[in-house]
């Protein structure tokens, strides 16, 4: 579906996100915590048909009270042009450490969910998911 | 401006967790898209989402361009008084739409 000039694009500057890219987005919003896997729960379903619109739901396990609850939750992803999704801010007025939205995906790919603890502690959950009709790169159909 | 879609529950019991949904339409422009001309279709995206109750702040969320049009997102709050839970959306050129829903506290 793209075009020789949208792949020249590509190819000739760095506009897809790697994994390598994931991991300083992933830095630039968490710093240096460590990240633990449990606690959180990244629902994707696991075949997309399509990319431009795919329901994504992150719970995290979390009292939600003053002293223990969720700062922040980060999604993000491996082979989008930009490795990050949403980040959001929440706290104990939450209640519940729960959100959901509608996400891109171009490509198939790794999707990682990151939640930030009161405490410091970061927690993470990842998701494999395999676009059929792939986002973001398609040419405009008007 | 666009159009703002929003479901609060009208009334809630004191400290109980109520979900808030909410839809706006926008086209959510990635940037990286290429139009008929051939040239990159301007990114022209929401990035920011911030949801008030009563003043207080209690949810915000930061939008890339990965966010599918339309941005939809549902979460939670506790519903602790009478009042005006607000939503505003603020798009990339920095306009900013608002919308309030009114909450009834038992």
Same mark, same amino acid.
């Given at each position: ?25 992933? +830095? ?64 104990? +007025? ?7 939205? +509608? ?40 | ?106």
């Amino acid at each position: 579906m793209a075009g020789g000039g949208v792949f020249l694009r590509i190819a000739t500057r760095p506009a897809l996100a790697t994994p390598e890219t994931m991991q300083e987005a992933v +830095r630039t919003a968490i710093g240096e915590a460590t990240v633990k896997k449990g606690r959180v729960k990244l629902d994707l379903p696991p075949i997309v048909e399509n990319g431009n619109s795919v329901p994504c739901t992150v719970a995290v396990e979390s009292p939600m009270t003053a002293t223990d609850h969720v700062k922040a939750i980060h999604i993000f992803n491996e082979k989008n042009p930009q490795p990050n999704v949403i980040s959001i801010k929440l706290g104990p +007025r939450a209640g519940r450490a729960a959100f959901t939205t +509608r996400i891109r995906l171009a490509d198939s790919q790794t999707v990682t969910a990151i939640a930030e603890m009161s405490d410091g502690s970061c927690w993470s959950d990842d998701v494999d998911v395999i676009v059929t009709l792939a986002a973001c790169l398609e040419e405009s159909l008007h | 401006m666009a159009r703002a879609l929003i479901h609060v529950p009208p009334s809630a019991k004191r400290g109980e967790v109520i979900e808030i949904k909410t839809l706006i339409s926008h086209v959510m422009e990635t940037g990286y898209r290429i139009g008929v001309t051939g040239q990159p279709i301007p990114r022209d995206i929401i990035e920011d989402f911030v949801c008030t109750y009563n003043g207080e702040e209690v949810f915000r969320a930061k939008l890339y361009p990965a966010i599918a049009a339309n941005p939809f997102i549902s979460f939670f709050t506790i519903a602790t008084e009478r009042g005006t839970i607000a939503f505003s959306w603020t798009d990339q050129h920095g306009a900013t739409q608002v919308q309030t829903a009114a909450i009834t506290v038992e």
